[in-house]
Nanobody, 125 residues
Framework: QVQLIESGGGLVQAGGSLRLSCAASGRAVSSYPMGWFRQAPGQEREFVAALSSGGYHTYYAASVRDRFTISKDNAKNMVYLQLHSLKPEDTAVYYC??????????????????WGQGTQVTVSS
């Protein structure tokens, strides 16, 4: 049974930073690509960032590139999303997800088999 549990969300002012964490159990984060998605109120869930299984390749949505960084710690079986220069439009529930198999593409939600429950990020102006 694969479980993904996110944490680290909260309320932050515009321009601030947060680090989201995703604790994985039942599957090694070193084995498969991992991703972060987000869903803002009244909007569809969208791709944010992904990390290849080997950890050498990262992928970002254009709206977060240069502000967010995805990483992982294989020893701790954790995946992280560092958020910098936050904007009010970054307000959303952020979800950690694990892909079904190795390789791309990385932005399609349907390719991810396992999802966490989400963590709320709210950015005030």
């Amino acid at each position: 049974q694969v479980q993904l549990i996110e944490s680290g969300g909260g309320l932050v002012q515009a321009g601030g930073s947060l680090r989201l964490s995703c604790a994985a159990s039942g599957r090694a984060v070193s084995s498969y690509p991992m991703g972060w998605f987000r869903q803002a109120p009244g909007q569809e869930r969208e791709f944010v960032a992904a990390l290849s299984s080997g950890g050498y390749h990262t992928y970002y949505a254009a709206s977060v590139r240069d502000r967010f960084t995805i990483s992982k710690d294989n020893a701790k079986n954790m995946v992280y999303l560092q958020l910098h220069s936050l904007k009010p439009e970054d307000t959303a529930v952020y979800y950690c997800a694990a892909k079904r198999q190795s390789g791309g593409p990385y932005s399609r939600q349907g390719d991810y088999a396992y999802w966490g429950q989400g963590t709320q990020v709210t950015v005030s102006s």
